[in-house]
């Protein structure tokens, strides 16, 4: 088909560029929300599936929930005084972004069940291809699509033999009854550690599959009472200052990570008094990890340590050999029989989701990170111009909650578009090498954080070097304030 060039950029003061957002996730709402706040409404929100909120729409396991406490899992313009618990399920937090969309008029904007297949930068515009075949053309290109949202499943013999109900947690058969069933879930992740006390209240048995076992702490989370939901009503600033409070906790784990101190040990202290509660030595053995604690990223749960002692759980530590349609095998022989196999595999970092991603020269995202992956600011990279990601590679995914993480890349990226929409530029993208300079710092300031201490992970690149952001939270708030011109180069400026 022939790519609409209607409403398309010259480049003249005051026209307002066409903006193409891909995800109708946490990070693509904002992005909608802060253009419609702008005026702007020359934009479109591709979303592949037929729903918003992105991994809450995905994610339906038992059990789901946010890790970070539900204050600061909320844009800080809209906050909602009617959380639940501190830390919120999953189907609480879809349905305060379902709301968010119609509160902030955003659902007309997006098309749903539409997915970008190719996306092409050609004569200073981006030709984005959907799976239908329709061609479009933008003047800014915003991946909302989040860190994790591909499926990782995997390649185990003998998997699509297996004559029970399988599937992944991402992919969840909601009107699967598990009550009294033989039930067995592959991998040891948040995802995993979330399923096990619902499952085991209900199942026959349980038998989870672990390769590695994590580091879980012990995280309390109480329901809000009537009462105090009705107090932050009455009183906002109660809600802003809860916000505030885990805001500041977050920014202290951060700390955690970076660097050997007290809040390091307080951390340390608190995975072992977890891992303590677990009363069988040989079960408390077979939990412990050989790495430290903030390594990988944390887990957090309040109910795993007592839900995996139950009776009618079983931490199977022998390596699988096969799936057989009967079950799981182990390398020692011995059949587990299942009814139920459920997959907790987690997601491929999106970085390796880039190949229909094409820049200047002809050269795809992919072949531009084959050698690693570079990012100016985690939010743009050279070559790939008006092109910018929303909690993007070498944002601080493991001690920021991405919301907030969200917020100040569309912030940053807003202030590009003013400049665009001003006619100071037609496109920008930063150069390479201070980019390259960007990353070398970056690097070099792994060495003394936990995370390179001994341990694998799918934030951590092939020399061990994480995907993540070796600073303090505010030190990145102070990277993205503004954008420095001088470190782009510019079309049309």
Not at 215 to 240: D, Q
Request: net charge negative; with cysteine; aromatic share 12%.
């Amino acid at each position: 088909m022939t790519a609409s060039a209607a409403n398309t950029h010259s480049g003249e003061p005051g026209e307002e560029p066409r903006i193409c957002i891909v995800g109708a996730g946490m990070s693509g709402i904002l992005m909608a929300i802060k253009l419609l706040e702008k005026g702007i409404d020359n934009f479109v929100v591709y979303e592949r599936s037929g729903a918003v909120s992105g991994t809450w729409r995905q994610n339906r396991y038992p059990g789901v929930a946010c890790d970070v406490a539900s204050f600061t899992y909320s844009y800080s313009f809209e906050p909602n005084p009617d959380w639940t618990h501190r830390f919120s399920p999953g189907p609480e937090i879809r349905a305060y972004f379902e709301k968010v969309v119609d509160k902030y008029g955003v659902r007309p904007f997006i098309r749903f069940n539409t997915e970008v297949t190719a996306a092409r930068f050609e004569n200073a515009q981006w030709r984005v291809t959907t799976g239908d075949g329709n061609e479009e053309l933008f003047d800014v290109y915003v991946a909302a699509t989040g860190p994790l949202n591909n499926l990782h499943y995997p390649d185990i013999k003998g998997l699509q033999d297996f004559s029970g109900a399988c599937f992944h947690t991402a992919d969840w058969d909601d009107d699967y009854d598990y009550t009294g069933k033989r039930v067995g879930i592959i991998g040891t992740g948040s995802s995993s550690v979330q399923s096990v006390d619902p499952l085991s209240a209900r199942a026959e048995h349980l038998t989870i599959f672990q390769r590695t076992p994590q580091w879980v702490i012990n995280t309390a989370n109480p329901e809000y009472s009537p009462m105090a939901i009705r107090l932050k009503h009455a009183f906002p600033v109660l809600g802003r200052l809860t916000r505030w409070f885990y805001s500041w906790i977050g920014e202290q784990f951060g700390l955690a990570a970076l660097k050997d101190g007290f809040r390091r040990r307080v951390v340390f202290k608190a995975c072992q008094s977890a891992l303590d509660s677990v009363k069988d030595p040989v079960l408390r053995k077979k939990l412990t990890p050989d790495y430290l604690p903030m390594c990988r990223r944390m887990i957090m749960s309040g109910s795993f340590h007592e839900a995996v002692q139950r009776p009618n759980v079983t931490v199977e530590t022998t390596a699988i050999e096969c799936v057989t349609p009967e079950g799981v095998r182990t390398v020692d022989g011995k059949e587990h029989k299942l009814d139920l196999l459920i997959l907790a595999t987690g997601f491929f970092f999106n970085a390796q989701n880039v190949k229909h991603v094409v820049g200047l020269n002809g050269q795809s995202l992919a072949d531009y990170w084959k050698d690693g992956i570079k990012t100016y600011r985690s939010i743009s990279i050279p070559g790939f111009p008006n092109y910018f990601m929303l909690v993007g590679p070498n944002s601080p995914i493991t001690n920021l909650s991405l919301i907030e993480i969200a917020e100040i890349g569309v912030n940053y990226v807003m202030q590009c578009i003013d400049k665009i929409r001003q006619g100071e530029i037609t496109a920008m993208a930063p150069r390479n090498d201070i980019t390259a300079a960007y990353m070398q710092n970056l690097r070099n300031a792994f060495g003394e954080t936990i995370w390179t201490s001994g341990c694998s992970s799918w934030y951590l690149d092939d020399d061990g070097i994480p995907a993540t952001f070796p600073g303090p939270p505010s030190e990145y708030r102070h990277e993205l304030d503004e954008p420095l011109l001088q470190e782009y180069e510019l079309i049309g400026a």
